[in-house]
């Protein structure tokens, strides 16, 4: 075990304090009560429980349990994660995210496969723009296209498809300097 200046380093808990272990019961009791709030992947939720104090073959074995009992699903998390955030994301940023929180590669490429069957790219990120533009006019109308270039980029949509997008909402400034 690693040593501080002042002993051994342990996990901390909330507020300086260190990190009561659990025990199987308050590890599921933890779990459940997550659960009860919003829904997990496998690997956050595993995450949290040993941040909690759960050792990690416990906190591994309950999340076993509870996939197997149908309370954690990451193939309808990932489904439900496209579905909500699609609108306004493009599928870089949608896959970046999912991967951040532990979902398999596969799951990702399926869940990212029917927001592509529901909507083209570039109708997505048309819809983005339209809901940014106003606030952008506002702002600063003399750097709109850059600005909504980038923002679109952000939001995960590919370059050459933002540019698209930018040249058909801001007709006046085809050719401008910053916008490709």
Avoid: N
Avoid at 79 to 99: H, I
Avoid at 150 to 166: C, M, N
């Amino acid at each position: 075990m690693p040593v501080g200046a002042t002993g051994p380093l342990m996990p901390r808990g909330g507020a300086g304090r260190p990190a009561v272990a659990l025990d199987a019961a308050a590890t599921r009791a933890a779990a459940l009560a997550l659960l009860a709030r919003k829904p997990w992947t496998r690997h956050e939720l595993a995450r949290r429980l040993v941040r909690r104090g759960a050792p990690p073959p416990v906190a591994e074995g309950l999340v076993t349990e509870l996939e197997a009992r149908g309370y954690l699903d990451d193939r309808a998390f990932a489904r439900a994660w496209v579905e909500s955030r699609g609108g306004t994301r493009g599928p870089r940023r949608l896959r970046a995210e999912l991967l951040a929180r532990g979902i398999e590669r596969e799951l990702v490429d399926e869940a990212l496969g029917a927001l592509r069957a529901r909507a083209d790219e570039e109708t997505r990120a048309g819809e983005a723009a339209r809901r940014r533009l106003p606030a952008l006019r506002r702002a600063a109308p003399a750097r709109v296209p850059q600005r909504l270039h980038a923002y679109l980029v952000r939001r995960g949509f590919a370059p050459e498809i933002a540019a698209r997008v930018v040249r058909a909402a801001c007709p006046a400034a085809t050719g401008e300097e910053g916008v490709p």
